[in-house]
């Protein structure tokens, strides 16, 4: 089982960029992105389950960020506009084969799976 991300990059404030996470290996009910600024924690930033039956966003992305999955391809997106500088962090798609209940979401110890990052740079 293998979660694979990608899309990241350098772009202007106000700009955008899609990530991708492609799951290899099985189907999970439960997908979401992470991402870790220098220096900081892990903060969540969006959940979609099974293929949008629910889907949550943290504050700080709400109406910027916008969660899809395509189950044909196995793959989640994060659709990133009107980027700011404060978005910069690497940025880790997570996954579990559960419901994962909406209050919960936000916990990286409620995901099993995780891939490798991808590094998104926002210049102001």
């Known amino acids: 089982v293998q979660l694979q991300a990608s899309g990241g990059g350098l772009v202007q404030a106000g700009g955008s960029l899609r990530l991708s996470c492609v799951a290899s290996g099985r189907t999970f009910y439960t997908m979401g992105w992470f991402r870790q600024a220098p220096g900081k924690e892990r903060e969540w930033v969006s959940t979609?389950?099974?293929?949008?039956?629910?889907?949550s966003y943290a504050d700080s992305v709400k109406g910027r960020f916008t969660i899809s999955r395509d189950s044909a391809k196995n793959t989640v997106y994060l659709q990133m506009n009107s980027l700011k500088p404060e978005d910069t962090a690497v940025y880790y798609c997570a996954a579990k084969n559960a419901h994962i209940i909406m209050s919960a979401m936000n916990r990286a110890d409620m995901y099993d799976y995780w891939g490798q990052g991808t590094l998104v740079t926002v210049s102001s």
């Open positions: 979609i389950i099974s293929s949008g039956a629910r889907i």
